[in-house]
């Protein structure tokens, strides 16, 4: 007569429930992921006690009035029974137990953990424990021999072992199962079970049999199955009488052999077909109690039921000192998994994305082994093993089987004939789409990515399709009904990409839903030809793209027109797309011993198409496998491997990639995980949700998204040195993104690389100074060679202030060679866009500095050049004055001239020191009434002090720098000049000039032709005479704006300065210059006299017409000090 099967009853939450008979049999135990443990007098208990053990109860057993369970706060806890009153905590793990089992006559406990290890531990004695090592896993299951002397124990590292309890060594083991790296990863929970009584057989469930070893000689001595296994069995359970087997599997079957026939007796299949993760064998009676993954309650009754046959006469004559022997069996078939969704655990399958690769990779040790069994078995088996091994290596159908046989094989031929002790091969991992959840939940997220979720239902209620934006403002929330079982999905701002497998009936298909179309028709489907399944989709910008399992790759224009077709080198892994960019991981061949072989290839989609990474070799962590594939917010690849290391395509060092953070380091527990869903670089977050005891995160509740902080690999980064270096390395490597977007027409926010490029300069210059406190100048030189040339300025009057002067020398004369090199590249750049200004005088603004500008700039250089030649006493000859009067051509258009304090100008307020930080460029100075003395008294100050003020100014060089479209007036065309001084007028100006030049053009664009500010008049005016032609504009100023009323703006006053001077005789030019010099030499103390009341005159005569031309801007400013550079040029290039 067939065992009966009374209706099922929600029991816990949806997750891994455990069930156990008290002693007697009068009531049933259970526990669940809700974290209570409820007894129940029968199944029709409509009110069971409830007893809350904690978060999550993963495992219960119960004997001599004890109530022991392991609980998610890494405890093993004891509650009195059947009060529930707590009576302390048994041990303690570092991570989650996963199954507690009692011993026969109750007085220990053993428990296995997420942490590898076994404990057992005396239940009136805590502190008698014994700690089992070995297991290079976490522990799945446990069971006690009913004599004592052994412990089984099944772990995720794939073996089965025997332990002596005695002296805590291992008898035995046997590697039987599949392989993973967690509880929630393994295919199968293996609860195993010792005979009752004697302990002679251990049953172990390994697939879809139950293996059977005896006890001590540890032989295989036969197997269990039946055809009507299809699904891998999950654990077993003896009757108390020890006749009986009874064994439940993955997909809800419960089939019970009579061992010695080997005959089976029942086969009852769950009503839902949910895995079977808990068995209980009533102690005095035929009824086996049994939960499922989803929480679910049942019992079967009238097991084997008594018709004269032996069996049942030894049932009913039990006596009730045999109780113990049935927890042996009943607390092994106690799960252990551990998770909100434990209830897809048990049920992976061949479809799966992410964990049947984990699966794959950490080794299945099914079928093979169920063939071969161990190694004093047939050894036929194990060639014709070999022999499937062979056939079946390119079928990936058979990767289980594959990956079985071939990790078998060093261990099952040390007894034959043939030997391998070479590299193993790795089974290719299967495709995936990131951002999705396995493909055999009823539940599942179809693709979470910075736009948008797309969820999949599939259960007896619905099969749909819900498509939800984060921004809602792209398009509101969707509903799809899935009537043709779509599995892969992608989400961008214009469409929804769906793609199904094909069938009997229909063949696989691609179906775009383009929501951003402006006409009425936003659908388009598209059949494959037959035999062509589609693997992996994503989405672009204007495109689509579709991978399929015949190595093919099928571009679509977002309407739909099919566009170019390629093939790939390998089956695809995964692919991403963001705006123009492909992004396609490969299998490029074999990996072996645990390392997958991928390949990546990202293309340029635009009108020029073109490759970047032309199957490069895809850098993975060790025996590790890909999780995640995409890009940043900002368009950078990245990817994260099964380790939780996450890499990014570093650009700006020949597209190498960059490990750039470490998501394990985050983690809590081993079993924990975070399952990434979007990369920022600007600011730096890595989107992500943590996952407890899991690798994917359950669709309800809705999960709530984690932001993760980078961090680069960098060796001592507790120490100030490396964690600057890490800081600044992470800076550089997060901001190539500007480069990109700027070389390929992309906008992006000005502001951001300039803060970036502060940051950088801050910490360069702090590693400086921390290389000087420690006396390392080398070192110094290394980080002052990685610095802009402005910024080697401040390291140099750091380096002169703290005594170090030939280290000061050394980057003076670095700071020289990177100033030419500036100014060359500078002058390339320049020389496609100059227009001879005497050719064209009506040329009028354009891409280069002012003829005024340029003339101080070259006045500038002169004076460095000079004050160096002064210190080796040698002198100019007279006509250098003379050649001074003509603007040097290819000079930096952004430099102003250190000699410029007595030209009067309507903008003298626009340049702000270095050592005032950045000040508003329309701003009056009153930096000209201030005694001259007053500019040294700023030298005590410490460089670092204002490090960040000339931060500031750095930032704004390079703006300047790269925009070669400033409105500033063109230059005529000089006579050229020696690179040295090209180079002097770079490192002492440009910096300031530039400064000034992006505040102009910044804060008035539109007056920025008429405002071109001319420069401070505050410069080195106690250092330098003025030039024959400042002083002969000085004379003749008046003349000009009487001729010249209209004139307002001080660069129309030089302009026609310029003319007028030009066309005086080479005697008269040469008589200004040698009065100007001879002036300055007979009577110096005159003429800084007379510059500063002229330089006072000219103020107050442009400041009213100044204060119109900005009345918004702010009227007070602070008397500006000697500019940084200027203070800076005296240790570059004098010598005093």
């Known amino acids: ?53 904690g978060e999550k109860a993963y495992s219960c057993a119960l004997k001599s009035g004890k109530l022991v369970t392991a609980v998610s706060n890494n405890t093993i806890q004891v509650h009195t029974f059947p009060e529930g009153d707590p009576d302390g905590i048994l041990t303690r793990f570092t991570t989650n137990a996963n ?108 697939e879809k049999s139950v293996k059977l070893y005896r006890r001590e000689t540890w032989s295989n001595q036969f197997d269990l199955s039946d055809n009507s296994i299809s699904q891998t069995l999950n654990i077993v359970t003896w009757s108390p009488c020890g006749q009986y087997l009874a064994a439940g599997s993955i997909d809800g079957l419960i089939i019970v052999w009579n061992v010695e026939t080997k005959e089976c007796m029942e086969r009852v299949k769950h009503e839902k077909g949910y895995a079977v993760c808990g068995l209980a064998w009533h102690p005095t009676c035929g009824q086996i109690a049994y939960t499922d993954a989803e929480g679910n309650l049942g019992l079967l009754e009238d097991v084997c039921n008594p018709s004269g046959k032996t069996p049942s006469s030894k049932v009913s004559s039990r006596v009730e000192k045999d109780y113990s022997d049935l927890f042996d069996g009943d607390d092994t078939s106690n799960a252990g998994d551990l998770n909100d969704n434990a209830v897809e655990t048990p049920s992976f399958s061949k479809g799966i994305i992410n964990d049947d690769e984990d699966d794959n990779i950490m080794l299945a040790s099914g079928r093979p082994r169920q063939r071969s069994h161990f190694l004093e078995d047939d050894e036929n088996s194990v060639d014709i093993t070999m022999l499937k091994t062979g056939s079946s290596l390119l079928k990936e159908k058979e990767e289980d089987d594959r990956a079985d046989s071939i990790y078998n094989l060093p261990v099952a031929t040390t007894s034959q004939r043939l030997s391998y002790d070479g590299p193993v091969p790795t089974p290719r991992q299967k495709p995936f789409q990131s951002g999705s959840t396995p493909l055999h939940l009823t539940h599942r997220f179809m693709v979470w990515n910075s736009i948008g979720i797309i969820r999949c239902y599939n259960d007896e209620e619905d099969n749909a399709i819900d498509v939800e934006f984060h921004d809602t403002s792209i398009h509101h929330a969707t509903h799809l009904t899935n009537t043709l079982n779509y599995t892969i999905a992608d989400l961008s701002h214009e469409a929804v990409l769906l793609a199904c497998e094909s069938t009997d009936e229909l063949a696989s298909k691609l179906h775009c839903l383009h929501f951003g179309s402006w006409d009425s028709s936003k659908e388009w489907a598209v059949d494959m030809p037959q035999n062509e399944d589609i693997e992996a989709v994503c989405l672009g910008q204007g495109w689509a793209a579709a991978a399929t399992n015949t190595l093919l790759l099928r571009l679509f224009s977002i309407g739909g027109v099919q566009k170019e077709v390629f093939s790939l080198p390998g089956p695809v892994v995964s692919m991403a797309g963001h705006g123009e960019q492909l992004f396609i991981v490969y299998h490029r061949g074999t990996g072996f011993d645990g390392d997958q072989c991928l390949g990546v290839y990202l293309l340029e989609m635009g009108k020029k198409k073109k490759q970047i990474l032309r199957g490069d070799p895809l850098p993975l962590t060790r025996k590790s496998y890909l999780v995640w594939v995409g890009f940043s917010a900002e368009g950078t690849p990245c990817f994260v491997d099964s380790e939780g ?35 920022h670089e600007n600011p730096q977050q890595l989107r992500c949700i943590p996952c407890k005891g899991s690798r994917f995160p359950p669709t309800l509740p809705r999960p709530a998204v984690a932001i993760l902080s980078f961090k680069l690999p960098y060796c001592q980064i507790a120490t100030e040195k490396g964690q600057m270096e890490e800081q600044f390395w992470r800076s550089v490597v997060f901001h190539n993104h500007f480069d990109y977007l700027a070389k390929n027409g992309y906008e992006y926010e000005e502001s951001s690389k300039n803060q970036a490029i502060r940051e950088q300069h801050e910490l ?107 210190a080796d006493d040698t002198e100019e000859p007279d006509d250098t004055e003379e050649r001074s009067e003509i603007p040097k051509q290819g000079q930096n258009p952004f430099s ?14 626009a340049i702000a020191s270095g050592s005032q930080g950045r000040v508003n460029p329309f701003k009056v100075s009153a930096s000209s009434k201030e005694p001259a003395g007053s500019g040294n008294s700023g030298r005590s100050a410490n460089i670092l002090d204002n490090m960040n003020k000339s931060y500031k100014k750095s930032t704004a060089l390079n703006r300047a720098t790269n925009n070669d479209k400033s ?17 002097a007028s770079y490192f002492q100006k440009r910096t300031s000039e530039a400064d000034k030049i992006e505040e102009v053009k910044e804060e008035n664009p ?42 307002s703006d001080e660069a129309d006053i030089i302009k026609e300065g310029m003319l007028r001077f030009r066309v005086l005789s080479a005697e008269e030019r040469k008589a200004w210059a040698t009065k100007a010099k001879g002036g300055t030499a007979s009577d110096e103390t005159e003429a800084k006299k007379r510059k500063r009341v002229d330089d006072e005159n000219r103020e107050t005569e442009h400041q009213e017409e100044k204060a119109k031309e900005n009345v918004n801007l702010p009227k007070k400013q602070k008397p500006l000090d000697l500019s940084t550079n200027q203070k800076l040029s005296a240790f570059a290039f004098k010598q005093e």
């Not at 394990?664 to 924990?672: A, L, Q, R, T, W």
């Not at 980080?783 to 401040?794: F, K, S």
Request: charged share 25%; net charge negative.
């Open 896 to 909: 102003k001239s250190a000699n410029s304090s007595d030209v009067p100008s309507t903008k003298s307020g």
């Open 645 to 679: 290391i996450v890499r990014m395509l570093n650009r700006g060092l020949g597209n190498t990639w960059t490990p750039v953070c470490n998501t394990k380091e985050h983690c809590k527990g081993k079993s924990d995980h975070y399952w990434v869903v979007g990369i």
């Open 1006 to 1047: 539109e007056n920025s032709l008429s405002e071109a500010p001319a420069t401070c008049p505050q410069s080195t005016e106690n250092q330098r005479p003025k030039t024959g032609f400042q002083m002969w504009l000085e004379e003749n100023r008046s003349s000009i704006l009487s001729d010249n009323p209209d004139f």
């Open 1 to 53: 007569m067939p065992a009966t099967r009374k209706p099922m009853r929600y029991g816990h939450t949806e997750g891994h429930t455990d069930v156990c008979f008290d002693d007697s049999g009068s009531c049933i135990v259970t526990c669940g992921s809700d974290g209570d443990v409820r007894i129940w007098e029968d199944l029709d208990d409509d009110d069971p006690k409830s007893i809350n053990v």
């Open 764 to 870: 360069l210059l702090k590693m400086f100074a921390l290389s000087c406190k420690l006396e390392r100048e080398f070192r110094c030189m290394e980080l002052a060679d990685l610095m802009a040339h402005n910024v080697v300025n401040l390291a140099i009057k750091y380096a002169s202030r703290s005594g170090r002067l030939m280290l000061a020398q050394r980057l003076s004369e670095l700071a020289v060679e990177k100033a030419a090199e500036l100014a060359a590249t500078q002058e390339e750049e320049e020389e496609e866009e100059e227009v001879d200004f005497r050719q064209k005088p009506s040329a009028g603004y354009s891409n280069s500095p002012t003829e005024w500008s340029q003339s101080r700039l070259r006045n500038q250089v002169e004076e460095a050049v000079e004050d160096t030649e002064e």
């Open 967 to 983: 409105p500033v007036i063109k230059p005529l065309v000089p006579k050229p000049k020696s690179k040295q001084a090209s180079a």
């Open 99 to 206: 199954h507690v089992v009692f011993n026969s006559d109750g007085t220990k406990i053993a428990a296995g953990s997420g942490d590898f290890l076994v404990k057992v531990v005396d239940v009136m004695d805590c502190s008698q424990q014994k700690t089992f090592r070995g297991h290079e896993a976490p522990v799945l299951s446990l069971s006690f021999d009913p004599k004592d002397v052994f412990l089984a124990s099944a772990s995720c590292d794939g073996s089965v072992r025997v332990w002596q309890i005695s002296d805590q060594t291992c008898a035995v083991s046997w590697p039987l199962l599949q392989k993973s790296n967690d509880v929630i990863n393994a295919k199968s929970i293996c609860r195993l079970a010792w005979q009752p009584k004697s302990g002679k057989l251990l049953a172990v469930p390994v």
